[in-house]
């Protein structure tokens, strides 16, 4: 599996039958594998994470379908702003889902789980590598030091549901690649999301992102979290385009 970091959120993980494409908004899009189909992903509508322009991948390769969040919605209005996804939708390419629903696409087994932001996390099963890769979106401990008790409270109560869900859905197997936001703007509680999330899924390779560019919040969670995690791999990004094989 290859995993390339395209900046912020976006990833692609290229693997031996088909390319996984998350929350794309900027950079440049890598060479794509000629082994598989591409499946592009957008878990909600915010523009840090939904970029109208991956509707013009498809013509890049005809072996493409769209995997997005249902609170970006598919109306006319979506249609009249964004005349490229019409062909994608009259060709049965273009999917919305909902949060906490299981689905099946071509040659995926997709669970969505319902963000604590907006819109969906993914976790993606391809059955016939026997992988499992998760992409959380926006769904993070979002807890800020301006908060109030009463917000703290509705938040981890939210954040440790969906959690919950995802390993409810895992029954103990590891997710192969997990990428989570860490998010330096969060101050005092940036670490608080990833640290649950490693306490309570096993995973094998962590790719944090939604750093902001910000990317010495990563050695410094390493340093603080020393031999903390020893059955994960969480790797440093330090630039986009990075590449990774595990």
Same mark, same amino acid.
């Given at each position: 599996?290859?995993?390339?970091?395209?900046?912020?959120?976006?990833?692609?993980?290229?693997?031996?039958?088909?390319?996984?494409?998350?929350? !794309?908004?900027?950079?440049? +899009?890598?060479? +794509?594998?000629?082994?598989?189909?591409?499946?592009?992903?957008?878990?909600?509508?915010?523009?840090?994470?939904?970029?109208?322009?991956?509707?013009?991948?498809?013509?890049?390769?005809?072996?493409?379908?769209?995997?997005?969040?249902?609170? %970006?919605?598919?109306?006319?209005?979506?249609?009249?702003?964004?005349?490229? @996804?019409?062909?994608?939708?009259?060709?049965?390419?273009?999917?919305?889902?909902?949060?906490?629903?299981?689905?099946? %696409?071509?040659?995926?087994?997709?669970?969505? %789980? *319902?963000?604590?932001?907006? #819109?969906? @996390?993914? +976790?993606?099963?391809?059955?016939?590598?026997?992988? *499992?890769?998760?992409?959380?979106?926006?769904?993070?401990?979002?807890?800020?030091?301006?908060?109030?008790?009463?917000?703290?409270?509705?938040?981890?109560?939210?954040?440790?549901?969906?959690? #919950?869900?995802?390993?409810?859905? +895992? /029954?103990?197997?590891?997710?192969? @690649?997990?990428?989570?936001?860490?998010?330096?703007? /969060?101050?005092?509680?940036?670490?608080?999301?990833?640290?649950?999330?490693?306490?309570? %899924?096993?995973? *094998?390779?962590?790719?944090?992102?939604?750093?902001?560019?910000? !990317?010495?919040?990563?050695?410094?969670?390493?340093?603080?979290?020393?031999?903390?995690?020893?059955?994960?791999?969480?790797?440093?990004?330090?630039?986009?385009? /990075?590449?990774?094989?595990?």
């Amino acid at each position: 599996m290859k995993i390339q970091y395209i900046g912020h959120s976006g990833f692609l993980v290229t693997l031996e039958s088909c390319s996984l494409l998350f929350d !794309y908004y900027t950079g440049t +899009l890598p060479e +794509l594998s000629e082994n598989g189909p591409l499946y592009i992903f957008a878990s909600h509508r915010h523009q840090d994470h939904f970029n109208p322009d991956i509707f013009s991948f498809s013509e890049m390769t005809e072996r493409v379908e769209y995997i997005l969040s249902c609170d %970006i919605k598919l109306n006319g209005h979506f249609f009249r702003k964004y005349p490229q @996804a019409v062909k994608l939708q009259e060709q049965g390419r273009l999917h919305s889902l909902r949060a906490d629903e299981k689905y099946v %696409i071509d040659k995926l087994e997709i669970d969505t %789980i *319902k963000s604590t932001d907006e #819109g969906v @996390a993914f +976790l993606v099963s391809v059955p016939r590598e026997q992988i *499992k890769v998760y992409h959380a979106g926006d769904l993070n401990w979002w807890i800020w030091p301006e908060d109030t008790k009463q917000e703290y409270h509705n938040m981890t109560a939210m954040f440790e549901h969906s959690v #919950g869900r995802l390993a409810q859905l +895992l /029954q103990d197997d590891a997710v192969d @690649a997990a990428f989570l936001p860490l998010d330096p703007r /969060q101050e005092q509680y940036k670490f608080c999301g990833m640290e649950y999330y490693l306490e309570h %899924i096993p995973v *094998k390779h962590v790719f944090p992102m939604h750093c902001w560019g910000r !990317y010495k919040i990563i050695p410094e969670f390493l340093e603080t979290h020393r031999g903390r995690y020893p059955e994960t791999v969480i790797h440093t990004i330090t630039e986009r385009g /990075q590449c990774d094989e595990i």
